[in-house]
């Protein structure tokens, strides 16, 4: 089939990219829970800051967003220092995190602000109501929605998009014009599909900033990596390392897969010089550094300028997040305060978990590569493009996860970026297994299979595990706005005795009537963390709530009665500042029971409490309901003659005027 014909039988790219639109759209509503704290304090926490931090609405910034150099005794002074010293200085050890993911929502909150404002004034009494009661929600949620149609649903075409290109070079193209059976059909059912882009594609993290990134760079460089001619002169290969410089000043890891990138294009631009020349005596190593200079090089340091800039406008100062951020991971290795794993953890628990069921595909895929590859070695037959380009995206893939694998923190979502590519890899391990199918059942019933095989699990993650947090601060909205009109009080104190960051803040606390809410959480940075003669609060909490909760709140000198035998905890922390007693407190059921006393002597009332996450299961070996124990668990979702849920729950506890 021609390249012009096999073009007429693709649908239009606007009908598909509305398509997955939608579908993301719908995705991004079903998610009503916490993943990790980061998808709010990396992007909707600073970005509130920015907006609606300056009109008394409060700001939370962690300590990756107000990291700054400040030079000690043992360094020399700074009158002694280069101008050159103390800009690196700063910079490596200044904030880590850049403004450059957060622009769509920080434009989304100055749009949401300037629509407020104008409803504030007009005349539009349901318009007024609409935001007095949806505000909280459209800016806690409407950049999730934003997200879906910028990043995800982008995401997923461009995994159509290459993989329509590369099966064009397998001979793939749409067997009988049926597009059920092409493998750009299957790569975007297994990207459509996978769980873990349903659960974390969608949320505001800078690991799917990457994704995208990644995504949209490789289908830019479609003919320099995949079978085309390459060249430093096209416009769209010079964009994708300018997007790829942006990406590293997101996050410095993503070099992982755009170094790689850019050495095959070198590669390629050296063996395609040879045809053109009729030279294969010699490989031209001119032509390859002449392309990693000119086009990889060259613009990606154009992409990480424009990103610099970008950050000097919203720091305010000159600031360079990525080495702020390769000095506290790498230099360091502060990031392990977080949680470490072995070496080898992304290869038999990351990259399975995050891939599902694609997995199968995915490693029947490499195994056929290497026997291409193997096979045409050995006969020394000539290795076909398709070939090519599949090991090229298995190199990427297998560098990345490498490259990821020095650093001891490791999480699911870290290798996020990597997933387009292994649906891809695996969409033409399905193809190859249905091609010479006729019979639509058997097509049919693989997608059922991996919309049964992914879908449970997505559902109970994306709607059950980990709401608690989000709900709380829900039902805290309504209840303030509910009280307001008999409130005389201006001001709000709501303090979480939780975990670390567990919960968002303001971004989901907004009432635009009521800018006056001020917001408490446990510390946990690593200015506690790293130093062993300290105790970050959150950990002092955990150890011993009723005397975390005597020195926060009064009474401070009850502190160690009940450690006799050990050293007080609570002396190491690095600041034990008094707190009024809040409004409202929100925390853990099974920490409140524990302080419950504490609560009654602060004069805290109960409000409600709130599911969070399944605790345990209790089976039932018997139908008959006499024949066991009446569960004693307040918290217990009851499948009659199956199985007890009980649930870990969040509090909410309200001050007694």
Known sequence: MSNIQYARTQPKIASVFLLLCVYRLVNAWIIRTQFDPDEYWQTLEPAYCLVFGPRGHGCALTWEWTRRWEPSTETAPIENESSVNIFLLNAIHGPIRSYISILPTYWFYLGCRSFFDWVQTSSHDYLLQFVQNHASYIISKGPVFLHAIIVAAPTDLCVWLIASRLEKLDGAAAINNNQSTSWSFWALCLSLTSWFNGYALIRTYANCFETMCLAVGMVLLGPELFGGSPSVNRPQARVAFVIGGLSACVRFSSLAAWIPMGVILAIRSAKSHEKKSNDSSRFNYNVMFLTLFRLCAMYGAAGVGLGCLIDRLMYGFWAIPFLGNFHFNVLLGLGSLYGTHPFLWYIYAGIPAICGVTLVPFVLEIGAVVKELCGAKISSKFISESTKARASLIGIITLYVMLHSISGHKEFRFVLPILPLVNILGGHAVFRLFHTTTCTMVKDGAIVALLLLNF???????????????????????????????????????????????????????????????????DCSPGCRSKDDLVCESDAFLFDPNAFVSTAYG???????????????????????????????????????????????????????????????????????????????SDTFEIPALVDIHFDRINIYKHKN
Request: neutral net charge; contains cysteine.
């Open 555 to 633: 009474d401070g000198n009850k502190v160690c009665e009940s450690q006799e035998d050990k050293q007080c905890s609570l002396q190491k922390l690095e600041k034990v500042s008094y707190k009024e007693v809040p409004t409202f407190l929100v925390i853990m059921e099974d920490d409140a029971a524990k302080i419950s006393d504490k609560l009654t002597e602060l004069n805290m009332s109960h409000v409600t409490s709130i599911r969070h996450a399944i605790k345990s299961l209790t089976w039932h070996l018997h139908s008959d309901s006499d024949s066991r124990q009446t569960s004693t668990y």
């Open 456 to 522: 449970p699990h997505l559902i109970y993650l994306g709607v059950i595990h980990q709401r608690g947090p989000i709900s709380a601060n829900q039902h805290l909205t309504k209840t303030i706005t509910k009280s307001m009109m008999h409130r005389t009080e201006n001001t709000i104190n709501i303090h979480y005795l939780m975990g670390c960051h567990s919960a968002p803040l303001y971004s989901h606390l907004h009432i635009p009537s009521l800018p006056h809410i001020k917001a408490w959480y446990l």
